[in-house]
């Protein structure tokens, strides 16, 4: 658990009400890969595994029968691929939700959403500079930075989004313990 790390979202249930035997077969193929990534025992295995969830997911949204359940599925998508990616076991999820933000930043009607996704594909990136940092002190100094700058070109791109409020409260805690509390 925790704000970096939440568990995937397989595990907060499925709604499929509304939808026909096509998203019944998609939603059988996840709960598939799912016990297939629990079994994957290499690296290249779960990364296979988490982008076809990723697919399935993506597909699911794609076909849902309102806004809403679209949104709700590639909330998911994005907090399922961002876990992954923290856990270290999909290193192109970054890539893929800096993708679905591009999409969907096409499109007015889906600012609230790309906000959402932007800002757990921060959070993702944020995660894989760290493990790849490997514990050097200015390395991880200069990732902590660019987390920073992210953040505060977050809330600048973003001021209404809820994870706004997240984003100010992770520069105020860093600003805090630099010894700016100013």
Do not use: C
Not at 11 to 38: C, F, K, P, T, Y
Not at 95 to 121: C, P
């Amino acid at each position: 658990g925790g704000f970096f790390f939440q568990p995937p979202a397989a595990d907060r249930g499925v709604a499929a009400a509304g939808r026909g035997g096509d998203a019944q077969q998609l939603l059988s193929e996840i709960e598939e890969v799912d016990r297939a990534l629990e079994a994957a025992t290499t690296p290249e295995q779960k990364a296979a595994h988490h982008a076809r969830r990723a697919d399935l997911l993506e597909e699911i949204a794609a076909g849902a029968s309102s806004g809403s359940d679209r949104a709700m599925w590639l909330r998911q998508l994005a907090d399922m691929v961002s876990a992954a990616v923290q856990a270290g076991e999909y290193p192109d999820g970054a890539e893929r939700l800096q993708a679905l933000v591009a999409k969907l930043s096409g499109n007015e009607g889906d600012r609230d959403l790309a906000a959402y996704v932007k800002f757990r594909q921060l959070a993702a990136e944020y995660g894989q500079r760290m493990q790849t940092a490997g514990g050097e002190a200015e390395e991880m100094a200069k990732v902590q930075d660019e987390w920073l700058d992210a953040l505060k070109q977050y809330v600048d791109d973003y001021p209404k989004s809820p994870d706004a409020a997240e984003a100010m409260l992770q520069i105020g805690i860093s600003e805090e313990f630099a010894g700016k509390e100013d």
